[in-house]
C-alpha cells in the first residue's frame, strides 16, 4: 500500500505483478500476467520496457524473479520456473529452496523435493511456504499425521489466516489432494 500511495504522488505507474512487498511475496496465489501468458522459457515480461526480457537481465532483481518462478511454477510451467530461479544470486535464499522443493515436487521428484524442503526449514524454520509444500506432499502420499504436524507448526509459528495454512488444510480437506 505504500509503495502504490509513493507511486500515486509520483505519477510514476508500476505494474504491481512486478513491484511487490517482499514481506507479502508469498500471501496468495499469483495472478497470471503476461510473464506466463507471454513470455518464452527464460523469459519475464518488463512493464518498463513492455516487452519480454531475458531473466538474467539487470531489469529484474532477484524478488522480480522470484515473482516470474513463483508465477510461472503455478501456471504449470515449471522448466521456465527453474531458468527463473537459476538467475537469482543467492541459490541458497530459502525462497529458492522451497521453489525448487515445490518444482521438483510437481515433477514428480519426492526426494529432491524432500531435500530443498529440508535445506530450507533447516536454514529458516518458519518458512511458512515451506512448511504448506511440504505438508501438501505429505498429505498426498496418504501420510496425514505428518502433514497435520506442518499444519500445525504453520500455526505455531504465527501462520493462523495465511495462505499457507490455507492451501494445506484445503488438501486435508480434499483427502490429499493437494491444493497445488
Do not use: H
Amino acid at each position: 500500500m505504500k509503495l502504490a500511495l509513493a507511486a500515486a504522488i509520483c505519477g510514476v505507474s508500476i505494474n504491481f505483478a512486478q513491484a511487490v512487498d517482499p514481506d507479502d511475496w508469498d500471501k496468495k496465489p499469483p495472478e497470471p500476467t503476461p510473464t506466463s501468458k507471454k513470455c518464452a522459457d527464460g523469459e519475464a515480461w518488463d512493464d518498463r520496457s513492455k516487452k519480454c526480457v531475458k531473466l538474467d537481465a539487470a531489469v529484474f532483481d532477484d524478488l522480480e524473479r522470484l515473482q516470474a518462478a513463483r508465477e510461472l511454477a503455478y501456471a504449470g510451467r515449471f522448466g521456465s520456473a527453474v531458468k527463473a530461479l537459476d538467475a537469482m544470486a543467492d541459490q541458497n535464499d530459502t525462497r529458492v529452496l522451497t521453489y525448487r522443493g515445490f518444482l521438483a515436487r510437481k515433477s514428480g521428484d519426492w526426494n529432491a523435493a524432500l531435500i530443498y524442503y529440508d535445506r530450507a526449514l533447516s536454514a529458516d524454520p518458519s518458512n511458512l511456504s515451506a512448511r504448506s509444500y511440504l505438508g501438501m506432499g505429505l498429505a498426498e502420499r496418504g501420510d496425514i499425521e505428518a502433514a497435520r504436524n506442518q499444519l500445525a507448526e504453520i500455526r505455531l509459528r504465527g501462520g493462523r489466516e495465511t495462505w499457507a495454512e490455507r492451501a494445506l488444510l484445503m488438501t486435508l480437506r480434499s483427502g490429499g489432494a493437494a491444493f497445488y
